[in-house]
């Protein structure tokens, strides 16, 4: 299985790395994924330990547009656009995106990809520029986005006509958005009064009493706050080396851990999050030095 280098017009193998293994994070390579799998992990190209394995689903697309979004995608996180295109009128972009960035880029694809198929268009070529201006006025008028999450979703669009333009096959390219050349202005819900904040400002009678707080939490609390914050890396770097799958007698350590509470009449660790009681695999591979079970593919 390799990386498949020529992005014009013509997809991966279904065999091939979405993209090279050596990008990867060490610790991390097992989560990269191949090009014909049903779900993109991305968490390997970040070295941030709070970083979510949000993964990519193909079936959040329509099944006409499934593979053009999935080279739209793949292009997306291994290609940079041109300073040519990322400096033109309409939002500020940036050359190359972030891991949480691409997958809300591809979230964003996969809205406008059920919006079209509702609408009949089967093809991205197909897309006029009219069918562009109602998709951004059904995001104001029907979805009743805020001013700042319609921006996202017409930039995700104007990244997808760059990226068709680049590497994408005649059929799949989107048209030019209208706002590309226009600005964005009329395509957006009304700013607020004078582009100012609509929302009341604190009365110093309240910020005076917050601030004094806020400081006092700091200087009371940030020693406590930052160990914490160190024995939690310390912990998931312990865990992100043992990952993958189990070997004989990796769970010893843990038996006895479990074993030691019971004696001692300790309750076990959980994680509580609204009624939901899960057990808190992080901590116990760090602690225990037993590895968290390597998840499936997909």
Do not use: C
Not at 153 to 167: K, P, Q
Not at 201 to 225: K, N, Q
């Amino acid at each position: 299985m390799t990386l498949a280098l020529n992005p014009r017009f013509a997809a991966p193998a279904a065999d091939t790395f979405v993209f090279d293994p050596d990008r990867a994070v060490e610790g991390r390579r097992d989560f990269v994924p191949l090009y014909g799998d049903d779900g993109w992990s991305l968490l390997a190209l970040t070295q941030n330990p709070s970083q979510a394995d949000d993964i990519i689903r193909w079936r959040w697309f329509p099944r006409v547009f499934r593979e053009p979004f999935r080279y739209a995608s793949w292009t997306l996180i291994n290609y940079p656009l041109p300073d040519r295109d990322v400096t033109l009128r309409g939002a500020a972009m940036r050359s190359k995106l972030s891991v949480g960035r691409i997958t809300q880029t591809v979230v964003q694809w996969s809205m406008f990809a059920q919006w079209l198929d509702e609408r009949g268009i089967k093809q991205l070529s197909l897309v006029t520029a009219e069918d562009l201006s109602d998709y951004s006025h059904q995001l104001d008028k029907a979805r009743g986005l805020a001013r700042n999450t319609a921006t996202s979703h017409l930039i995700a669009l104007s990244r997808l006509h760059y990226y068709g333009r680049l590497y994408l096959p005649d059929t799949d390219r989107l048209v030019a958005p209208p706002w590309v050349a226009e600005g964005m202005d009329d395509y957006l819900p009304a700013a607020s009064p004078l582009g100012e904040n609509v929302t009341e400002p604190i009365s110093p009678a309240t910020m005076g009493p917050l601030l004094v707080w806020a400081l006092r939490f700091v200087e009371e609390y940030a020693d406590d706050i930052l160990a914490a914050f160190e024995e939690h890396r310390r912990l998931v770097e312990i865990a992100e080396g043992l990952k993958g799958p189990f070997k004989k007698g990796s769970g010893l350590r843990l038996v006895t851990y479990l074993e030691q509470l019971e004696a001692e009449g300790r309750p076990v660790p959980a994680l509580i999050r609204d009624t939901k009681i899960s057990t808190p695999g992080v901590f116990l591979a760090g602690l225990t030095g037993t590895p968290i079970a390597k998840p499936l593919r997909g």
